[in-house]
């Protein structure tokens, strides 16, 4: 798919910027958790378990690191940018940490199926998603009967919303309904960010054969461009989701 292929190309180009930071994210990654407060909270007693977790669209790797802190056993990463890989996996090295970075596409994770408690994603992944059925139907091929899915990422309507101070208004060149849009912050380059309902969603992750266990809408948004705080994020309208679903484990019975 060409919208794919030149979304790799932004990706590697884009991922430059996790070279040139690479000090301050170290600086970040011994200093604290990058997860927010709903993902700490939905986590925790999954954490406290020690399960070993695949990161869908690994980026940065910070909350891989934080995930191992809070208890995780394992994390194995995946993204489709070499350049981020190569340089969390550096990060995860240097820190002793028990992360593994893979380069591949997604969905079709090139990783074994059934081979994690826990697959976490989130955080502007599902918007480079082209197929949202296949991709919930990979994450269940990884889960081990029993295991949890969890994301926390940008509500779809966060596209709609414009960035001005002053109060909250709708782009007029966006749509809830698109099937997608071309990207015009980061990374840009002429990235295609896929647009999916949050009814979208779950119908995909119910199909799957996954159980909806919890979600939610936030005002706070997980990432602001430039710092900016804008009136759309200024608690009035959904900016982020959680979701968290388990595989069924047949091998119980009711």
């Not at 798919?1 to 990654?29: F, P």
């Not at 074994?112 to 955080?123: E, I, Q, R």
């Not at 968290?244 to 019975?253: G, Q, S």
Request: with cysteine; charged share 20%; proline share 6%.
């Amino acid at each position: 798919m060409d919208e794919v292929r030149g979304n790799r190309r932004a990706w590697e180009t884009a991922s430059e910027k996790y070279v040139q930071e690479y000090d301050d994210h170290l600086a970040l990654a011994r200093s604290g958790s990058s997860l927010f407060g709903v993902e700490q909270d939905l986590l925790r007693p999954i954490l406290a378990d020690a399960p070993e977790v695949i990161h869908l669209q690994s980026g940065w790797g910070l909350d891989d690191i934080a995930l191992v802190r809070a208890g995780a056993a394992s994390v194995v990463g995946v993204d489709f940018s070499t350049v981020a890989a190569r340089t969390t996996q550096r990060r995860a090295d240097e820190l002793g940490v028990p992360c593994r970075y893979v380069v591949g596409s997604l969905p079709g994770a090139p990783l074994a199926a059934s081979s994690a408690d826990l697959v976490y994603t989130g955080k502007g992944g599902l918007i480079w998603m082209p197929d949202i059925d296949a991709w919930a139907a990979d994450i269940a091929r990884l889960l081990r009967p029993g295991g949890w899915f969890f994301i926390f990422d940008g509500h779809p309507a966060f596209a709609l919303w414009t960035w001005d101070v002053d109060q909250p208004r709708i782009r007029p060149d966006r749509s809830y309904f698109a099937r997608s849009y071309v990207n015009d912050s980061f990374p840009a380059n002429g990235a295609v960010e896929f647009q999916w309902t949050l009814g979208q969603l779950v119908t995909a992750v119910v199909n799957a054969g996954l159980e909806v266990r919890h979600l939610s809408e936030h005002p706070e948004p997980f990432w602001k461009m430039h710092d900016i705080d804008t009136a759309a994020s200024g608690g009035r309208l959904p900016n982020t989701y959680a979701l968290l679903a388990r595989k069924r484990d047949l091998a119980v019975t009711h």
